[in-house]
């Protein structure tokens, strides 16, 4: 359990993952709450990755739910192993035959098979998926439903009793309360828009495209062994394309794909004929790379002019900084 | 507090943005887990549970700024720069409040106590200024409705909280203090403070109605501006309004598609399709456990989409091509024509890139016709009945967008009537109502007989009424 909302931040940190307070206060609402926590947000900004942090933070199992469309109980909760049960009768026959033996009537016949229901209607016959998991879990597990948006509105509706009373129902058993209440995230990419009831249920996260001084942050975080001064120019870089109108806009997996992917180049500064070489970490269009390129131009003519406005002035002792200006172009 | 945040409640509610009273519930049990000193963490919480729309944030924002936070920042900056000025002096405002605090207390009784508001100016105690300030406000029975009575309710706010008496007290307590053998100087120092002090709590008064009318405004314009939208006319909308409207034909084509699915989903069950099932039961032994049912075919329309989108109709042609683009899945093939004169077709132009791009492309003629001429529709649907005949078979609908206003050109009717005896349906939506057809230089009833479905279409309600019909 956590402490406090600084204790939570503390936590992710300590986990490498950078956050901010907002996030932090949800994620400390959520388990206080008890009540299941939708992120939304753009692709690649660290939703899911969020979910897996907390799970290591609270040592809670994780256990994840992937939708897709078509997805429905009998992936997701449980399913009847029909086959099995009518194995078990067939093995079971012969003792039947003779259990029924000292029955008089067929009343009598009856009551006696009905004693055994148990044998046929219990969990032994009963496949347990995710959510049945998560929610007969020993331990208090930490639920993640990933994409939930690409499920169908009907499996959205059903996920209704198990985000508001952490139960189930089976119709061949009976309804399955959570002993231990899991903790349970919901990421969306608000590929359609979720329906107000599962909304009402959940606290809500937005988590967008990280600020330039976050960004940077967790790049030193991640990617220690970047020079700082390629970090800095990395991330204006990606601040700059993300204003620009793209078919996919890059959000920071990508760039610690880029600044890994420029580690590996051994590359310590950043310059034109690198980018233009690595574009294809960060943008995944033909289209978003032309236009890029564009861009880029203008951005090296600006970081040309600043550094040309710069250098008279700290021409005796070229601080990192113009140092790192200078070498884009 | 809890009245504040149900009040707060309320303001998101008339903003349009969905509060439920779960949520409110969930908010306050959120507060009483958080300490609420840390005005991040309050605003963080108070979103996190009552608001569960990204495009909702920046409202929210706003509105918290407005009811919480702005209020209080200005009352620290207009004191701020009170006690700032006296800096300039070169005296330490802490110093010299610690020394009328024991000048006070040696007069005990000499001067009569202080009002509370002076009390709470003199020692800076936001807070409490604050709640007085509120106070007084409510006492004045604020109900501001348009910028010209700012200046009224301040007065009026002023009068309640008595600033003027403050005023007086104050300075009779600086007289009182040089009589009691203060340092001339500090008392000229601290005239010159209490003169600061009143004239920024004039201006935090005035800033707080302003304040209000603000609120009573946001509240107001969204309120207005949603309630209207459905019944607007399309005639007549601003960029912003376009932008909006953009939003509520996405939510009202997400409705048609869940409706849709569940139709669909009653429609499947069809005769019991005796193959799969046996193929499927073979692990049970050949017994018949899960039934499996033959799919009905799915009778998805083809349309077809002539669309006007000369600039009398542009808003009309903008949100129906949105609509039809939204529900794609409900038509088995979508070919979309525009025409002004000319006809051109502008299929591939919707189907890359963003729908909304593409159809502001579509509306400028698409790179395929002329759009900076007078309106043509017997040579458009000429051009059509000539060249794509083709794409009209029995299974298509064809939509035709349009005023029918033809400026006296020949009317061509023909042309429509061999497209209406090859579809399954013509349906013509027009912006203009029904008691204009044909006056003027309308042509619509000349067109009127080879149509099926012909409909008034002026704003978004009629529209998701039409499009509706549609797809069902």
Known sequence: MFKSVDHVQEALIGQQYICDKNIATVVF??????????????AGVGKTELAKVVSSVTKRRMIRLQCYEGLDEAKALYEWEYSKQLLYTQILKDRFTSLMDSAQTIREAAELVGKEDSVFFSDNFLVARPLLHAITSDDAPLLLIDEVDKSDPEFEAFLLEVLSDYQVTVPEIGTIVATHKPLVFLTSNNAREMSDALKRRCIHLYIDYPTEELEARILKTKVPDAAEDLIDDLVQMMQRLRQLDLKKT??????????????????????????????????????????????LGKLLEKKTAEAKVEA?????????????????? | MQKKILEFTNILRNSGIRVSTAEAIDAFQALDLLSIGDREIFKDALRTTMVKRGEDVPSFDELFDLYWSGFYDSLREQFGEAANRLGDFGIDLEELLHQ???MLKNMEGEVGDLSELAKAMLTADLNQLEQLIMNAASAAE?????????????????????????????????????????????????????????????????????????????????KFRRETLLEKSFYHLSEEEIRRMREVVERLAQKIKNILSIRRRRLNKGKLDLHQTLRRNMPHGGIPFELVFKQRKKDRPKLVILCDVSSSVAN?????????????????KIRCFVFVSELGEVTHVMQEGDINEAIEDALEGGDVINVYTRSNFGYAFHHFWQNHLA????KTTVLILGDARNNYNDPRAWCLRDVFNKAKNV????????????FGDSVMDKYRPYVDIAEEVRNLRQLAGVIDKLVL
């Not at chain 1, 002035?313 to 070229?318: D, F, G, T, V």
């Not at chain 2, 794409?391 to 029995?394: G, L, S």
């Not at chain 2, 349906?427 to 044909?438: H, K, R, T, Y």
Request: hydrophobic share 40%; net charge negative.
């Open chain 1, 29 to 42: 609402l959520a388990e206080q709450l008890e009540k299941p926590v939708l992120i939304e947000g753009p």
């Open chain 2, 391 to 394: 794409a009209v078979d029995n």
């Open chain 2, 142 to 222: 604020i109900n501001i409705e348009n910028f010209l009575q700012i200046g009224f309710f301040s007065r009026r706010t002023l009068e309640q909280l008595n600033l003027d008496g403050a005023g007086d007290e104050m300075r009779d307590l600086a007289s009182a203090l040089e009589q009691a053998g203060m340092d001339p100087e500090q008392v000229a120092a601290l005239r010159e403070l209490i003169d600061g002090l009143m004239e920024a709590a004039r201006k935090v008064v005035r800033n707080f109605t302003e304040r209000e009318l603000q609120k009573q405004n946001h509240d107001y314009m969204e």
């Open chain 1, 250 to 295: 890059p959000s920071i997996s990508e760039t610690l794909d880029w600044a890994r992917a420029l580690l590996a180049l051994n590359a310590t500064v950043l310059d034109e004929d690198l980018v233009n070489q690595t574009f294809n970490v960060i943008l995944k269009y033909e289209g978003d790379v032309r236009k890029a390129q564009g861009e």
């Open chain 2, 427 to 438: 349906v013509w939506l027009n912006p203009e109502s029904p008691s204009a057809w044909g």
């Open chain 1, 312 to 329: 008279p002035s700290q021409a005796e002792a070229p601080t990192p900084a113009t140092v790192k200006k200078g070498a884009l172009h």
């Open chain 2, 316 to 332: 009309v042609s903008r949100f129906m091509l949105q609509f039809c683009y939204s529900l794609q899945e409900a038509f088995s």
């Open chain 2, 100 to 102: 009328i605090a024991e």
